[in-house]
Structures are given as C-alpha cells and as structure tokens.
C-alpha cells in the first residue's frame, strides 16, 4: 500500500474522480490469455456499482514496459473517444493491401 497524499502532496489526491477506463494487466499462461482477442472488434466493459466502464486487458510478461502499455491503452481510448477506431483503420488498410477493400 501507498499513502499517495503523502509520497506526492495533497493536489495528487481527489475527493471525486469519474473512472473511465479499466486497464487490466494478465499474465498469460502457456502464452495465451484465454478469451482475449489481438484486435477485438467489440470494447470490452465491465459494470461497477450498476456503471458499464470500458475495460481494456493488457498481457504483460517479463522485460515489458508497463507504464508505456498502459499509456497507449489510454490513448487508444482517448482516439476513440474523438471517433477515430485505430482498430477498424488497421482492417482496412490491411484489406486495401490484399486487394479486397476500397
């Protein structure tokens, strides 16, 4: 455990604060995290105190940056928010390549 007000101060502490994202981080077992998908189609949520908060779950192993997986989540999150799907883009350049999209 971590006393925040007292390692940062007291402005690093909020009485209120809206959560808006879930980031979960997995440790995979046999290289696989079971159920989760490399490029979900769907935002995963998860309901807390009757409030469905988009959830996202993070793999991590040995030797990976966290803070900078865990910043790209929000990021990604923040993109999505101002309707930009880097998921979707991503489909569609790869069908653009193969020939099979617009």
């Known amino acids: 455990m971590l006393n925040i007000r007292t390692i940062f101060g007291e402005t690093a502490v909020r009485v209120r604060k ?7 981080l997995e440790k995979p ?3 696989v995290i079971p ?5 979900p189609l769907e ?8 409030v469905r ?3 996202v779950v993070l793999p ?8 900078v997986l865990v910043e790209a989540a929000v990021r990604n999150y ?8 880097s998921t979707q883009d991503f489909i569609r350049r790869q069908e653009q390549h193969f020939g099979r999209g617009p």
């Open 60 to 67: 991590v192993a040995a030797g990976r940056n966290l803070a």
């Open 78 to 85: 923040v993109l999505q928010l101002r309707g930009i799907d």
């Open 35 to 39: 159920g989760l998908e490399r490029l």
């Open 29 to 31: 077992v046999g290289g």
């Open 43 to 50: 935002a995963s949520t998860e309901e807390i105190l009757g």
């Open 18 to 24: 809206n959560l808006k994202i879930i980031v979960q």
């Open 53 to 55: 908060i988009r959830k």
